[in-house]
């Protein structure tokens, strides 16, 4: 048998596994309405690739991932796309996002599935991107998108592969039982990962031995395969990445590390059967198997679910009793969340939807002062400081918070568990860490911007610079070419007057025809005077009149002696 370890902390709630494994898994009868959120995984929401009116097949991409941590997001069945819009999505907060709304056709028809047969004759990048593309990402809880995680990009060789099948948190049994009736299946998938990681040394499957019917089940799948079935003494919480390594290997991930900084690689084991259904069969991740429990509920069992059924549609179908319900819990009671509305649609991440009675689960008490009993500190199983987390989180104190290592709590809530004072210690760790990655994405914005800023000042000053040095260019350009223009325009001008000079100069039959045209006129004024002056002779004119007429003939007699002057000059 091989070697466990054991991790510190920890509590022993009630395991109320037994009333959802009565029942093979089944199946419900598919909505009218499927809400498909966009964002199901860590990472970018995908982006919708069809629009409203649109019809669709069962497995037909309807949103692509945006940029490398994102997943793709396929239609759970076939139908019209009705809406796309905001419609509260499985968060603790009760907050809105966007969904893409199918109204089935009553058919489920499938697209045309296109499955490998021989993985281990295709490349890793070539599974790699059939597992992209059916969007996968982990079933376990925290989303992550699965290629992403098989592809860490570096060179390091990861030599161990842990499959977690811990499924630690009381009431769900999903994982329990998928291995129960699809462990060949999972296998499979455990094969086509370890070929696209290069089949690391070990691969360790860790389950708690609370799951005795499961690890039968694998036993003769694994035989002769290198593949290990490990079982641990059940503890919660023993599923968290860090916690399971600790477990299967006394190997301590370093805070800030992931599993493939020391040559290792965690997957549910939820997503290898996603994985296997993806590859060999061509279906990308468009359902899930999900435990619907509680005592409000008459049928505890569970269901391979469509991606997108709202919850109310599996209360519906397993006589579900409002009354009696203290409240719907979306996860486990350790883990989960109390959901705002029912109308919420089952993710990716979904395992267990939980209806309990009121005795069973009884409404929140009222929280009271913490007494400093410590017990919060004895169970966690990341050896924190629940009790300082607390005080630093009321007081906002991000810095010690982070110097508390705020961000390797797991949420896991043994500290709120075995709280006498009843204090939500998660909720105000959840609460601290969203409000520090919201001042953290503020600082990068802020600082983002102000480079920005400053590279816009820089490019303008460059610019305005730029635009100086022409405009100087130009200015002495023009300098240079006016004083050149200078000399060139005084050349000019005396140019036209030599030309005008020349225009002027006539030649001497030009002259004397002038000359003779001036005679004439001049003799054609003295007689237009002299009749002028006749006829106010003879028409006894006053005197003035007389003596104007007198003067301009006389005028007109001076200009013709003149111009016979200058004709007989010239003639000479
Ligand atoms: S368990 Fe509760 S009461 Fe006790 S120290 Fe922790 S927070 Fe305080
Ligand atoms: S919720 Fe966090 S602080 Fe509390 S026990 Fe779990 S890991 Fe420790």
């Known amino acids: ?233 059940t503890k919660y919480p023993s599923g968290g990445e860090k916690q399971l390594i600790y477990i299967l290997t006394g190997k301590e991930l370093p805070s800030g590390q992931i599993p493939a900084d020391i040559g290792m690689v965690c997957v549910n084991i939820g997503t290898t059967h996603a994985i296997k259904r993806a590859v060999v069969d061509g279906e990308p991740l468009v359902s899930r198997v999900t435990t619907m429990t509680g005592e409000a509920c008459e049928i505890n069992r569970n269901y391979d679910v469509l991606i997108g059924t709202p919850v109310e549609h599996m209360l519906e179908h397993n006589n579900f009793d409002a009354q009696s319900c203290s409240r719907v819990i979306m996860g486990g009671p350790m883990m989960g969340f109390s959901l705002t509305s029912k109308q919420i649609p089952i993710v990716k991440t979904t395992n267990c939807i939980l209806a309990p009675s009121v005795e069973e689960i009884p409404h929140n008490e009222a929280a009271q002062p913490c007494i400093r009993c410590g017990m919060c500190a004895e169970a966690c199983p990341v050896s924190l400081l629940p009790q300082q987390l607390l005080w630093y989180s009321q007081a906002e104190d991000h810095e010690r918070l982070e110097a508390h290592n705020l961000f390797d709590c797991i949420e896991c809530g043994a500290c709120s568990y075995v709280c006498p004072s009843n204090i939500p210690l998660v909720q105000h760790y959840r609460s601290s860490k969203s409000d520090i990655k919201k001042a953290q994405e503020e600082k990068v914005k802020s600082t983002q911007a102000r480079e920005r800023f400053e590279f816009r000042k820089q490019r303008i000053e460059l610019a305005e610079k730029e635009r100086e040095a022409k405009r100087a260019a130009r200015r002495e350009a023009a300098k240079q070419a006016q004083a050149s223009t200078g000399t060139d325009a005084m050349a000019d001008i005396v140019a036209a007057a030599q030309a005008r000079a020349a225009a002027k100069t006539t030649s001497p039959e030009q002259e004397l025809a002038k000359l003779q045209r001036a005679v004439s006129s001049a003799e054609m004024r003295v007689e237009k005077a002299q009749v002028k002056l006749d006829s106010a002779l003879e028409n006894a004119e006053p005197t003035e009149k007389i003596n104007i007429l007198s003067a301009a003939l006389s005028g007109a007699q001076q200009k013709l002696e003149k111009a016979k002057v200058r004709l007989a000059e010239h003639s000479n």
């Open 1 to 233: 048998m091989r070697q466990t370890w054991v991790t510190p902390g920890g509590v022993h709630p009630p395991e109320n596994k037994l009333q959802s494994l009565t029942q093979p898994i089944g199946s419900l009868p598919i909505p009218e309405k499927l809400v498909v959120p966009l964002g199901q995984h860590i990472g970018a929401p995908a982006i919708a690739c069809v629009s409203v009116g649109d019809k669709v097949l069962k497995g037909q991409k309807i949103a692509d991932p945006a940029g490398t941590v994102s997943a793709a997001i396929h239609a759970p069945t076939s139908g019209i796309i009705s809406a796309i819009e905001s419609r509260p999505v499985a968060h603790s907060s009760g907050m809105a996002a966007l969904c893409v709304e199918i109204t089935s056709d009553g058919d489920d028809k499938w697209i045309e599935k296109l499955g490998i047969s021989d993985f281990e004759h295709t490349s890793a990048s070539a599974l790699l991107s059939i597992i992209t593309d059916a969007g996968i990402a982990g079933m376990g809880g925290a989303g992550f998108p699965t290629a992403v995680k098989l592809n860490p990009g570096f060179q390091r060789p990861i030599d161990t592969l842990i499959i977690n099948a811990t499924e630690c948190e009381p009431y769900i049994t999903a994982d329990d039982s998928l291995i129960r009736e699809r462990a060949e299946e999972i296998i499979e998938g455990i094969r086509i990962l370890s070929h696209i990681l290069g089949n690391p040394h070990n691969i360790l499957i860790g389950i708690e031995d609370n799951k005795p019917e499961a690890i039968e089940a694998l036993a003769p799948h694994t035989q002769d395969t290198g593949i290990n079935v490990v079982s641990f003494p």
